[in-house]
């Protein structure tokens, strides 16, 4: 068993090994039908009879730091695994194009393992992000061939996600595509510290319009994936179609799931609609959801451990070590975990909170009244922590800095008297006026403790044009704003406070206010924002 393997059993408090010497075979070529050979390298563990196999499917490389991580960590306690490049990248052939092919080389793939002598006829499948989707867009077809699969922070359609709220994820597509760039130089140590660190070039360039440039300038090359993004916003653009996104079929995958996610994960939104509808066809699948961002060494760790519970369990068919409720939560505030038999949990009661005149917030209505600011593209509004890819700037922040601003709307409730529990989706209705009809608003729930710390717990945000949201006879857009689910607590002493801005950058890319297209605009319009009293959030408050 290698140092790091020690070092990672000791940290993640992994179960005991089975075996400490494990058989690598490097390179494996892994035919398609049209033609393309892909790699794998092969971790075998010595003197294990018939052991089952997990197959990791990545683009990040055979030596990237997610197989360092797991690949001799599952082959020491009995589990052949075969870590395979996607097409295109770390030496395989053909042309990466993210999402198109991985349904069919998953399925060619899955054949290849099928033919090898060691292969006991068990197929388990893991992976994190790229690597839990290419699990989704082979498990439908694959059927019984697969035993059991652990896709994390992930989820079967990236569309909506790319596009949420109608906007662009401007921050966590570029520092992808940046990635994705040092990789095809073949140095995966260089971009997992790129992931962890942060590309400073990237960022720098996302600060540069038009969009159209900004992959150029922060990876020293156009990117043909990042320029079709640009161009293929609708959700009906063929761009979109049934070889990418996996949503319409993610009801027909049989193997048992467990969809692993984190609250402050950029997918998090797509993989609860994932559970969702496994669970409406009364697919085997669990779910459980930590208080992690995208990128979390302790996500990792939690994966890994619950991952070996489930494995076991499914290729033995020994189930007594399994949770017995579905949804596994950490109740953030709390700060405990919690299992229930569905998501949301039952009970759930929904509390609608209302802007107040003097920048309260009450679960009462108030009369007619609005508040104003104005949004400057020029000078946006920026990006405070929340679900992003960056481990080092997202989470949950101190927001006092951002809420001083002139763009940033407050409105904070009376110091609760007792807790107030919170568990499932958040969503807003903000109606308001724009002075050019091109606008975002970004919503925001924050914690405010005894000594005035504002933390932010969850949000969301909605592009607003005049197509997709009419205004009516007074001139008023009603707005619907999904925001991020949550499992959260606000103590006895602290108060509720909700944000109301006019974007989060560079997370999303800015309204520039004129309805210029995505990737070409560049000229630059304040709007002024109108926001009614009449706005409001709805919680959703679990039974004391």
Same mark, same amino acid.
């Given at each position: 068993m290698s140092l790091q393997s020690r070092i990672v059993e000791r940290i993640w408090h992994l179960p005991p090994t089975v075996t400490r010497s494990v058989a690598v075979a490097r390179g494996l070529?892994?035919?398609?039908?049209?033609?393309?050979?892909?790699?794998?390298?092969?971790?075998?563990?010595?003197?294990?009879?018939?052991?089952?196999?997990?197959?990791?499917?990545?683009?990040?490389?055979?030596?990237?730091?997610?197989?360092?991580?797991?690949?001799?960590?599952?082959?020491?306690?009995?589990?052949?695994?075969?870590?395979?490049?996607?097409?295109?990248?770390?030496?395989?052939g053909g042309v990466f194009d993210p999402?198109?092919?991985?349904?069919?080389?998953?399925?060619?793939?899955?054949?290849?393992?099928?033919?090898?002598?060691?292969?006991?006829?068990?197929?388990?499948?893991?992976?994190p992000s790229y690597l839990g989707h290419v699990q989704l867009a082979l498990a439908p077809d694959a059927g019984d061939r697969i035993t059991a699969l652990v896709p994390m922070i992930t989820t079967s359609g990236f569309r909506d996600n790319w596009y949420y709220g109608g906007t662009f994820e401007l921050a966590g597509l570029l520092a992808w595509t940046a990635r994705m760039v040092t990789l095809e130089g073949s140095n995966p140590l260089k971009a997992d510290i790129l992931e962890l660190l942060g590309d400073k070039r990237a960022r720098r360039a996302m600060t540069h319009l038009p969009l159209a440039e900004v992959d150029t300038l922060g990876t020293g090359r156009q990117v043909d994936w990042f320029q079709k993004w640009l161009v293929t916003e609708r959700p009906d653009d063929p761009y979109w179609g049934p070889e990418r996104e996996h949503r319409d079929r993610i009801g027909q995958i049989t193997a048992p799931t467990l969809l692993f996610g984190g609250w402050h994960d950029v997918l998090l939104l797509g993989q609860l609609d994932d559970y969702a509808a496994m669970r409406a066809a009364g697919r085997n699948a669990q779910l459980t959801i930590g208080p992690w961002l995208h990128v979390s060494f302790d996500m990792f760790a939690a994966a890994v451990r619950e991952s070996l519970v489930w494995f076991r369990a499914h290729v033995t068919g020994d189930h007594?070590?399994?949770?017995?409720?579905?949804?596994?939560?950490?109740?953030?505030?709390?700060?405990?975990?919690?299992?229930?038999?569905?998501?949301?949990?039952?009970?759930?009661?929904?509390?609608?909170?209302?802007?107040?005149?003097?920048?309260?917030?009450?679960?009462?209505?108030?009369?007619?009244?609005?508040?104003?600011? !104005?949004?400057?593209?020029?000078?946006?509004?920026?990006? &405070?922590?929340?679900? %992003?890819? #960056?481990?080092?700037?997202? /989470? $949950?922040?101190?927001?006092?800095?951002?809420?001083?601003?002139?763009?940033?709307?407050?409105?904070?409730?009376?110091?609760?008297?007792?807790?107030?529990?919170?568990?499932?989706?958040?969503?807003?209705?903000? !109606?308001?006026?724009?002075?050019?009809?091109?606008?975002? &608003?970004?919503?925001? %729930?924050? #914690?405010?403790?005894?000594? /005035? $710390?504002?933390?932010?717990?969850?949000?969301?945000?909605?592009?607003?044009?005049?197509?997709?949201?009419?205004?009516?006879?007074?001139?008023?857009?009603?707005?619907?704003?999904?925001?991020?689910?949550?499992?959260?607590?606000?103590?006895?002493?602290?108060?509720l406070r909700l944000q109301i801005s006019g974007g989060s950058f560079p997370r999303f890319a800015r309204n520039t206010g004129t309805g210029e297209s995505l990737g070409q605009a560049t000229t630059l319009t304040p709007t002024d924002h109108e926001i009614r009293h009449t706005s409001s959030i709805t919680l959703p408050v679990q039974p004391s």
């Open positions: 070529r892994i035919p398609t039908p049209d033609g393309v050979e892909l790699l794998a390298d092969v971790y075998q563990p010595r003197r294990v009879p018939r052991a089952p196999t997990i197959l990791i499917r990545t683009p990040y490389g055979r030596r990237g730091m997610v197989s360092r991580l797991t690949c001799r960590t599952f082959a020491e306690r009995g589990y052949i695994v075969v870590v395979a490049t996607c097409r295109g990248t770390d030496g395989a999402f198109l092919d991985d349904r069919k080389d998953g399925l060619a793939t899955l054949d290849w393992v099928e033919e090898q002598a060691w292969h006991n006829g068990k197929v388990l499948m893991f992976g007594t070590a399994l949770r017995e409720q579905p949804v596994r939560l950490y109740v953030q505030g709390a700060e405990q975990w919690r299992e229930y038999p569905e998501w949301p949990p039952l009970g759930t009661t929904l509390s609608t909170w209302y802007l107040q005149p003097d920048r309260g917030l009450a679960p009462s209505p108030p009369g007619d009244g609005a508040d104003r600011f !104005r949004y400057d593209p020029a000078n946006p509004t920026p990006t &405070v922590g929340g679900p %992003l890819l #960056d481990p080092k700037t997202g /989470g $949950r922040k101190d927001n006092t800095a951002l809420e001083a601003r002139t763009d940033v709307l407050s409105y904070t409730s009376t110091v609760l008297r007792e807790p107030l529990e919170l568990i499932g989706p958040v969503s807003a209705t903000i !109606r308001l006026r724009t002075s050019t009809g091109h606008a975002d &608003v970004f919503v925001r %729930l924050c #914690d405010v403790d005894p000594s /005035g $710390r504002s933390m932010n717990v969850c949000d969301g945000l909605q592009r607003i044009t005049p197509e997709a949201f009419p205004a009516d006879a007074d001139a008023t857009h009603t707005v619907p704003v999904q925001l991020w689910p949550t499992a959260y607590r606000f103590h006895p002493g602290h108060r």
